[in-house]
């Protein structure tokens, strides 16, 4: 199971720091993404990492001011949110892949999803 936290309310230029807990003992063998949608829009990836941080991916809508990362001793993927701005506001989500030690950055790979938490950034 997965479960984001961390949403809330901020002002554009701010920051926050989402996380996702996981249960399960083969966390560290999933690659791990947040995905988000805004009200009348896709669904859409924000950022993905491998199952041991080798590798990672963001969307350009977000690469420069979110990075993605984990701890696979705690169980926990994170996602610091900088430079926010009012079309990131959006309801996160924190997703696994559903292949051990597989990496692409195909949505349709993700196929366990957590409960998203909601982010809004005020103008």
């Known amino acids: 199971q997965l479960q984001a936290f961390g949403g809330g309310l901020v002002q554009a230029g701010g920051y926050l720091r989402l996380s996702c807990a996981a249960s399960?003992?083969?966390?560290?063998?999933?690659?791990m993404g947040w995905f988000r949608q805004a009200p009348g829009k896709e669904r859409e990836i924000c950022a993905s990492?491998?199952?041991?941080?080798?590798?990672?991916y963001y969307a350009d809508s977000v690469k420069g001011r979110f990075t993605i990362s984990r701890d696979n001793a705690k169980n926990t993927m994170y996602l610091q949110m900088n430079s926010v701005k009012p079309e990131d506001t959006a309801v996160y989500y924190c997703?696994?892949?559903?292949?051990?030690?597989?990496?692409?950055?195909?949505?349709?790979?993700?196929?366990?999803w957590g409960r998203g938490t909601q982010v809004t950034v005020s103008s």
């Open positions: 997703v696994a892949d559903t292949v051990q030690y597989r990496w692409n950055t195909n949505m349709g790979s993700f196929g366990s």
């Open positions: 990492i491998n199952w041991n941080s080798g590798v990672t």
């Open positions: 399960g003992r083969f966390f560290s063998s999933y690659s």
